[in-house]
Protein backbone atom coordinates (compact mmCIF):
# COMPACT_ATOMS: atom_id res chain seq x y z
CA UNK A 1 0.00 0.00 0.00
CA UNK A 2 1.41 3.51 -0.85
CA UNK A 3 2.16 5.67 1.47
CA UNK A 4 0.55 9.41 1.66
CA UNK A 5 1.75 12.49 3.38
CA UNK A 6 -0.66 13.95 5.29
CA UNK A 7 -1.00 17.88 5.95
CA UNK A 8 0.89 17.81 9.05
CA UNK A 9 3.62 15.87 7.65
CA UNK A 10 2.48 12.09 9.81
CA UNK A 11 3.12 9.46 7.61
CA UNK A 12 1.30 6.63 7.91
CA UNK A 13 1.59 3.40 6.25
CA UNK A 14 -0.68 0.50 6.57
CA UNK A 15 1.13 -2.68 6.44
CA UNK A 16 -0.49 -5.99 6.33
CA UNK A 17 0.17 -8.84 9.14
CA UNK A 18 1.82 -11.17 6.50
CA UNK A 19 4.75 -8.91 5.92
CA UNK A 20 5.39 -8.52 9.51
CA UNK A 21 8.45 -11.13 11.56
CA UNK A 22 6.92 -14.22 12.93
CA UNK A 23 7.48 -12.97 16.91
CA UNK A 24 5.27 -9.80 15.88
CA UNK A 25 2.62 -9.01 18.18
CA UNK A 26 -0.84 -9.71 16.38
CA UNK A 27 -2.66 -6.31 16.06
CA UNK A 28 -5.85 -5.96 14.05
CA UNK A 29 -5.87 -2.31 14.30
CA UNK A 30 -1.63 -2.32 12.96
CA UNK A 31 -0.31 0.94 11.02
CA UNK A 32 3.15 2.31 11.06
CA UNK A 33 4.01 5.99 11.58
CA UNK A 34 7.07 8.44 10.35
CA UNK A 35 7.70 11.84 11.40
CA UNK A 36 10.23 14.25 11.09
CA UNK A 37 10.01 17.56 12.78
CA UNK A 38 12.05 20.63 12.11
CA UNK A 39 12.40 21.74 15.58
CA UNK A 40 14.70 21.69 19.26
CA UNK A 41 14.36 18.84 20.15
CA UNK A 42 14.38 20.30 23.89
CA UNK A 43 11.27 22.19 22.90
CA UNK A 44 9.60 19.14 20.26
CA UNK A 45 9.91 16.84 23.31
CA UNK A 46 7.39 19.14 25.23
CA UNK A 47 4.65 17.57 23.09
CA UNK A 48 5.20 14.00 23.99
CA UNK A 49 3.41 11.87 26.53
CA UNK A 50 4.95 9.70 29.10
CA UNK A 51 5.71 6.48 28.19
CA UNK A 52 5.30 7.45 24.74
CA UNK A 53 8.53 5.90 23.09
CA UNK A 54 10.02 2.13 22.95
CA UNK A 55 13.45 3.03 22.10
CA UNK A 56 15.53 6.11 22.22
CA UNK A 57 18.55 5.76 19.37
CA UNK A 58 20.26 8.85 18.66
CA UNK A 59 24.17 10.18 18.06
CA UNK A 60 23.80 14.01 19.44
CA UNK A 61 26.36 16.82 18.70
CA UNK A 62 29.61 15.69 19.30
CA UNK A 63 30.38 18.63 21.14
CA UNK A 64 33.66 19.57 18.81
CA UNK A 65 34.59 22.25 17.38
CA UNK A 66 31.49 23.94 15.92
CA UNK A 67 29.05 20.56 16.49
CA UNK A 68 28.01 21.77 19.61
CA UNK A 69 24.18 22.72 20.98
CA UNK A 70 24.14 25.73 18.30
CA UNK A 71 24.79 23.50 15.58
CA UNK A 72 25.40 25.09 12.07
CA UNK A 73 26.24 22.74 9.21
CA UNK A 74 27.38 25.83 7.24
CA UNK A 75 29.60 26.85 9.95
CA UNK A 76 31.39 23.31 10.42
CA UNK A 77 31.46 23.45 6.46
CA UNK A 78 33.31 26.64 6.45
CA UNK A 79 35.99 24.96 8.81
CA UNK A 80 36.54 21.98 6.97
CA UNK A 81 39.52 22.13 5.04
CA UNK A 82 40.03 19.96 1.74
CA UNK A 83 42.47 17.81 1.65
CA UNK A 84 43.14 18.07 5.36
CA UNK A 85 43.25 14.01 6.52
CA UNK A 86 39.63 12.87 7.55
CA UNK A 87 38.30 16.11 6.94
CA UNK A 88 38.38 16.81 10.28
CA UNK A 89 37.33 20.71 11.30
CA UNK A 90 40.60 22.58 11.59
CA UNK A 91 41.20 23.45 14.87
CA UNK A 92 39.69 20.90 15.84
CA UNK A 93 41.42 20.63 19.89
CA UNK A 94 41.11 18.35 22.85
CA UNK A 95 39.58 20.11 25.52
CA UNK A 96 38.57 18.94 28.54
CA UNK A 97 35.50 21.82 28.34
CA UNK A 98 34.06 19.53 25.63
CA UNK A 99 33.30 17.06 27.64
CA UNK A 100 31.70 19.34 30.60
CA UNK A 101 29.34 21.19 27.65
CA UNK A 102 28.41 18.23 26.15
CA UNK A 103 27.44 16.62 29.77
CA UNK A 104 25.72 19.98 30.49
CA UNK A 105 23.23 20.18 27.25
CA UNK A 106 22.46 16.14 27.63
CA UNK A 107 21.49 15.94 31.25
CA UNK A 108 18.26 18.11 30.78
CA UNK A 109 17.58 16.66 27.64
CA UNK A 110 18.04 12.82 28.98
CA UNK A 111 15.89 13.73 31.93
CA UNK A 112 12.84 14.20 29.51
CA UNK A 113 14.04 11.17 27.65
CA UNK A 114 13.33 9.29 31.38
CA UNK A 115 9.79 11.24 31.07
CA UNK A 116 8.67 9.67 27.13
CA UNK A 117 10.48 6.45 27.58
CA UNK A 118 8.53 3.24 28.78
CA UNK A 119 9.83 1.84 31.71
CA UNK A 120 12.45 -0.70 30.70
CA UNK A 121 13.13 1.20 27.45
CA UNK A 122 16.68 1.21 26.32
CA UNK A 123 18.20 4.22 25.16
CA UNK A 124 21.33 3.96 22.54
CA UNK A 125 23.31 6.72 22.37
CA UNK A 126 26.11 7.27 20.26
CA UNK A 127 29.01 9.25 21.42
CA UNK A 128 32.73 10.26 20.76
CA UNK A 129 35.12 7.53 22.21
CA UNK A 130 36.70 10.74 24.08
CA UNK A 131 33.46 11.86 25.92
CA UNK A 132 31.48 8.67 26.23
CA UNK A 133 32.17 9.11 30.15
CA UNK A 134 30.23 12.50 29.99
CA UNK A 135 27.70 10.99 27.85
CA UNK A 136 27.06 8.30 30.22
CA UNK A 137 27.40 10.45 33.48
CA UNK A 138 24.20 12.61 32.12
CA UNK A 139 22.13 9.28 31.04
CA UNK A 140 22.82 8.23 34.87
CA UNK A 141 22.31 11.53 36.30
CA UNK A 142 18.73 11.79 34.49
CA UNK A 143 18.46 8.55 36.30
CA UNK A 144 19.15 5.72 33.46
CA UNK A 145 20.88 2.78 34.13
CA UNK A 146 24.12 2.51 32.28
CA UNK A 147 23.91 -1.35 31.30
CA UNK A 148 27.01 -1.37 28.45
CA UNK A 149 28.93 0.51 26.13
CA UNK A 150 28.97 -1.46 22.45
CA UNK A 151 31.39 -0.51 19.77
CA UNK A 152 30.36 -0.20 16.03
CA UNK A 153 33.69 -1.29 14.27
CA UNK A 154 34.83 0.24 11.51
CA UNK A 155 38.12 0.73 9.70
CA UNK A 156 39.24 4.61 10.01
CA UNK A 157 41.78 6.94 8.50
CA UNK A 158 44.92 7.63 11.46
CA UNK A 159 45.24 10.64 12.09
CA UNK A 160 48.24 11.46 14.15
CA UNK A 161 50.89 14.01 13.25
CA UNK A 162 54.48 13.92 12.97
CA UNK A 163 56.48 16.55 15.01
CA UNK A 164 58.96 16.94 12.28
CA UNK A 165 58.44 19.80 10.62
CA UNK A 166 57.64 21.57 13.56
CA UNK A 167 61.33 21.13 14.56
CA UNK A 168 62.69 22.18 11.01
CA UNK A 169 60.61 25.28 11.47
CA UNK A 170 61.98 26.28 15.08
CA UNK A 171 65.15 28.88 14.73
CA UNK A 172 68.23 26.23 15.85
CA UNK A 173 71.06 24.90 14.44
CA UNK A 174 70.84 22.16 11.97
CA UNK A 175 72.50 19.49 14.17
CA UNK A 176 70.60 20.27 16.85
CA UNK A 177 67.02 19.94 14.63
CA UNK A 178 68.34 16.65 13.26
CA UNK A 179 69.19 15.73 16.92
CA UNK A 180 66.01 16.50 17.99
CA UNK A 181 64.38 14.65 15.03
CA UNK A 182 66.49 11.40 15.81
CA UNK A 183 65.24 11.72 19.30
CA UNK A 184 61.83 11.87 18.23
CA UNK A 185 62.30 8.70 16.63
CA UNK A 186 59.48 9.40 14.64
CA UNK A 187 56.48 9.67 17.08
CA UNK A 188 53.53 11.25 16.60
CA UNK A 189 50.52 12.68 18.43
CA UNK A 190 48.65 10.48 20.63
CA UNK A 191 46.16 9.34 18.84
CA UNK A 192 45.67 5.68 17.58
CA UNK A 193 43.84 5.00 14.12
CA UNK A 194 40.21 4.98 15.15
CA UNK A 195 38.77 1.52 15.02
CA UNK A 196 35.22 1.92 16.21
CA UNK A 197 32.80 4.25 17.59
CA UNK A 198 31.11 3.95 21.30
CA UNK A 199 27.46 3.43 21.90
CA UNK A 200 26.30 4.05 25.72
CA UNK A 201 23.32 1.18 26.50
CA UNK A 202 20.81 2.81 29.44
CA UNK A 203 18.03 1.60 30.50
CA UNK A 204 14.99 3.27 31.92
CA UNK A 205 13.67 1.59 35.38
CA UNK A 206 12.16 -1.68 35.32
CA UNK A 207 8.28 -1.35 36.21
CA UNK A 208 8.38 -4.82 38.37
CA UNK A 209 9.97 -7.88 37.39
CA UNK A 210 11.60 -8.33 33.47
CA UNK A 211 8.35 -10.33 32.90
CA UNK A 212 5.72 -8.16 34.13
CA UNK A 213 7.54 -5.39 32.48
CA UNK A 214 7.12 -6.83 29.31
CA UNK A 215 4.07 -7.86 29.24
CA UNK A 216 2.65 -4.57 29.83
CA UNK A 217 5.16 -1.94 28.18
CA UNK A 218 6.56 -4.81 25.49
CA UNK A 219 10.33 -3.35 26.63
CA UNK A 220 13.45 -4.43 29.11
CA UNK A 221 14.20 -7.92 27.39
CA UNK A 222 16.17 -8.12 23.83
CA UNK A 223 15.95 -9.92 20.78
CA UNK A 224 19.10 -12.50 20.52
CA UNK A 225 17.53 -14.05 17.51
CA UNK A 226 19.48 -11.65 15.02
CA UNK A 227 22.04 -13.22 12.54
CA UNK A 228 23.36 -9.75 11.60
CA UNK A 229 27.14 -10.61 10.49
CA UNK A 230 27.71 -12.86 14.04
CA UNK A 231 26.63 -16.13 11.95
CA UNK A 232 23.79 -17.09 13.98
CA UNK A 233 25.77 -16.24 17.36
CA UNK A 234 24.77 -14.29 20.05
CA UNK A 235 24.59 -10.67 19.56
CA UNK A 236 27.73 -8.89 21.07
CA UNK A 237 28.95 -5.86 22.40
CA UNK A 238 31.66 -5.16 18.98
CA UNK A 239 29.33 -4.60 15.71
CA UNK A 240 31.07 -4.11 12.85
CA UNK A 241 29.62 -1.91 10.07
CA UNK A 242 31.24 -0.32 7.13
CA UNK A 243 31.20 3.62 7.03
CA UNK A 244 27.73 5.24 4.83
CA UNK A 245 28.91 5.43 1.08
CA UNK A 246 25.82 7.71 0.47
CA UNK A 247 26.04 10.69 2.99
CA UNK A 248 23.44 12.60 2.02
CA UNK A 249 24.63 15.80 2.64
CA UNK A 250 25.33 14.57 6.51
CA UNK A 251 28.62 14.74 7.64
CA UNK A 252 28.32 11.93 10.33
CA UNK A 253 25.92 9.69 8.61
CA UNK A 254 25.43 6.35 10.63
CA UNK A 255 25.23 2.74 8.83
CA UNK A 256 21.69 1.61 8.42
CA UNK A 257 22.36 -1.88 9.02
CA UNK A 258 24.12 -1.01 12.27
CA UNK A 259 20.98 0.95 13.28
CA UNK A 260 18.40 -2.13 11.67
CA UNK A 261 20.15 -4.21 13.92
CA UNK A 262 20.42 -2.18 16.81
CA UNK A 263 16.53 -1.65 16.49
CA UNK A 264 15.84 -5.63 16.23
CA UNK A 265 17.63 -6.14 19.32
CA UNK A 266 16.44 -3.40 21.48
CA UNK A 267 12.65 -3.20 20.19
CA UNK A 268 9.36 -4.72 19.40
CA UNK A 269 7.87 -4.91 16.21
CA UNK A 270 5.31 -2.27 15.60
CA UNK A 271 6.69 0.04 18.78
CA UNK A 272 7.87 3.77 18.66
CA UNK A 273 11.53 4.52 17.82
CA UNK A 274 12.50 8.02 18.76
CA UNK A 275 15.32 9.99 17.33
CA UNK A 276 15.48 13.39 18.88
CA UNK A 277 18.92 14.77 16.71
CA UNK A 278 17.54 12.66 13.22
CA UNK A 279 20.56 14.06 10.58
CA UNK A 280 19.70 12.71 7.14
CA UNK A 281 17.26 10.19 9.09
CA UNK A 282 19.25 7.31 9.14
CA UNK A 283 17.29 5.88 12.50
CA UNK A 284 14.21 6.42 10.42
CA UNK A 285 14.76 4.50 7.64
CA UNK A 286 16.36 1.93 9.27
CA UNK A 287 13.44 2.17 11.81
CA UNK A 288 10.61 1.42 8.77
CA UNK A 289 12.88 -0.93 7.03
CA UNK A 290 12.28 -3.01 10.28
CA UNK A 291 8.72 -2.41 10.53
CA UNK A 292 8.48 -0.25 13.98
CA UNK A 293 7.37 3.24 14.09
CA UNK A 294 9.22 6.56 14.04
CA UNK A 295 9.51 10.21 15.23
CA UNK A 296 12.68 12.20 14.56
CA UNK A 297 13.64 15.79 15.64
CA UNK A 298 16.17 17.84 13.55
CA UNK A 299 16.82 21.41 14.36
CA UNK A 300 18.46 21.76 10.95
CA UNK A 301 15.52 22.68 8.20
CA UNK A 302 17.38 21.70 4.87
CA UNK A 303 18.33 18.82 6.76
CA UNK A 304 15.09 17.47 8.24
CA UNK A 305 13.36 18.18 4.32
CA UNK A 306 16.21 15.92 3.15
CA UNK A 307 15.56 13.07 6.21
CA UNK A 308 11.67 13.05 5.46
CA UNK A 309 12.46 12.69 1.36
CA UNK A 310 14.67 9.73 2.21
CA UNK A 311 12.14 8.23 4.64
CA UNK A 312 9.14 9.14 1.85
CA UNK A 313 11.56 6.90 -0.49
CA UNK A 314 11.58 3.99 1.05
CA UNK A 315 9.54 0.93 -0.86
CA UNK A 316 8.76 -0.50 2.21
CA UNK A 317 5.68 2.07 2.01
CA UNK A 318 4.74 0.98 -1.56
C1 LIG B 1 25.57 13.63 14.81
S1 LIG B 1 24.29 14.26 13.85
C2 LIG B 1 23.18 12.91 13.58
C3 LIG B 1 23.45 12.17 12.30
C4 LIG B 1 22.51 11.00 12.06
N1 LIG B 1 22.80 9.90 12.97
C5 LIG B 1 22.60 10.47 10.63
O1 LIG B 1 22.90 9.30 10.40
O2 LIG B 1 22.37 11.26 9.71
C6 LIG B 1 23.44 15.27 14.97
C7 LIG B 1 22.29 16.05 14.38
O3 LIG B 1 21.62 16.71 15.44
C8 LIG B 1 21.12 17.95 14.97
N2 LIG B 1 20.90 18.80 16.16
C9 LIG B 1 21.83 19.50 16.87
N3 LIG B 1 21.25 20.11 17.93
C10 LIG B 1 19.93 19.78 17.88
C11 LIG B 1 18.79 20.07 18.71
N4 LIG B 1 18.92 20.85 19.79
N5 LIG B 1 17.59 19.54 18.38
C12 LIG B 1 17.45 18.75 17.27
N6 LIG B 1 18.48 18.45 16.45
C13 LIG B 1 19.70 18.94 16.75
C14 LIG B 1 22.20 18.44 14.02
O4 LIG B 1 21.67 19.36 13.06
C15 LIG B 1 22.66 17.13 13.38
O5 LIG B 1 22.02 16.89 12.15
Redesign the pocket.
Known amino acids: MHAHLQHDDTRIAEISHSQLPLNAPLRSDLKLRAEIKN????I?IRELKENEISLIL?????FIDG?D???D?NKIKRRVKPGVVGSLPVGMKFSSQQGRDLQQFLTPIATEWMRVLRPGGFCLV?SQNRLVHRTAIALEDAGFEIRDVLLWRYEGQAKAFTQDHFILKRNLPTEEKARLIRKLGGRKTPQLKPQGEMIVLAQAPRDGTFVDNWDKWETGLIDVTDPYINNNRFPGTVIPAKK?VVR?G?????PVDLLRHLIRIFSAPCSLVF?????????GEAAILEKRSFLG????PE?AIR?RERIDTLEQYE
Request: proline content about 11%.
Open positions: IDCRGTDPPYMGDWTFPYHMTVKDPFAGSGTTFEIEMA
